[in-house]
């Protein structure tokens, strides 16, 4: 993270402490986190958690139900392919079939009174990896214009969130490098010039497993429980909220090809597609 003109760095720890606060709700790879304690509980008790942490929930499993691609309970399936991961493997048919039953985002009860959330089924986990860092990107914007900070640049593990208005360019516009996912990192297609905005990519060119001589990729489709059959490499979504461009970059990168009439919301600000064949697509957007 970094802030322009500022001598004082409250607003940069300011920002620390809410993401080892957020990470500290949010996380699976903690026994005692908000989201941990749903999933132990699965299939048999609910859980009363914070406003902030239903809040999210709430977010992820509508848009969960909406089934474009992203899918907040699909924790099951990542874990029986662990690709990125020590032990990743190609799991049987049946052993996918049994996973894919745990993935359903109808099997999950919520209670907007009491704030209480409950797996239906034992073995379902919830992970809200997917959306996480972009929600709290934008809580960071938040607490920096609290903070009376102009421009800035939040980069939480490549989903970028650019904040007012760029101090390098007298249009106030950012420029935002685009990776070509064809050649690996740090080797770009070219830029794209937006006004304060997210920037958030979703791509199959880091995680992936090569078994009998074939390619498994990391983003599974939570319909069939295999790695997405796509012709994309990589998409870029830029949008005004962080979160949103979370979301969208996965129904774009699902659909694999521009959207009709995506550009019409007013949040969505663009979008760059970039193909396994190293063509490029863009919607709102052009590549300098």
Known sequence: MSVFGEQDNSALV????????????????????????????????????SCGTYALIKNAV?????HFGFNALIG?????????????NVPSDHDIKSRLLLSNPDNIIMDDALHTVKLVKTGMELDLGGIAKGFIADQIRSIWFAYGIRAGIINLGGNLLFVGESPRRSDGRWIVGIQDPNKGRNIGIGTVIKPACAAVTSGIYERFLIKGGKRYHHLLDPQTGYPLQTQLAAVTVFARDS??????????????????GWEKDPNNLGAVFIYQNGNTQTVKASIH
């Open 14 to 49: 300011a920002a620390e402490l809410l993401i080892r606060q957020q990470e500290s709700r949010l996380t699976v790879n903690q026994p005692h986190s908000e989201i941990m304690t749903i999933n132990q509980l699965a299939g048999y008790d609910n859980t009363e958690i």
């Open 62 to 66: 509508l848009a969960s139900q909406k």
């Open 76 to 88: 099951p399936l990542v874990k029986l392919w662990k690709i990125g991961f020590n032990g990743a």
């Open 243 to 260: 979160l949103q461009g979370e979301l969208e970059a996965k129904r774009l990168f699902f659909a694999g090809k521009p959207i009709p």
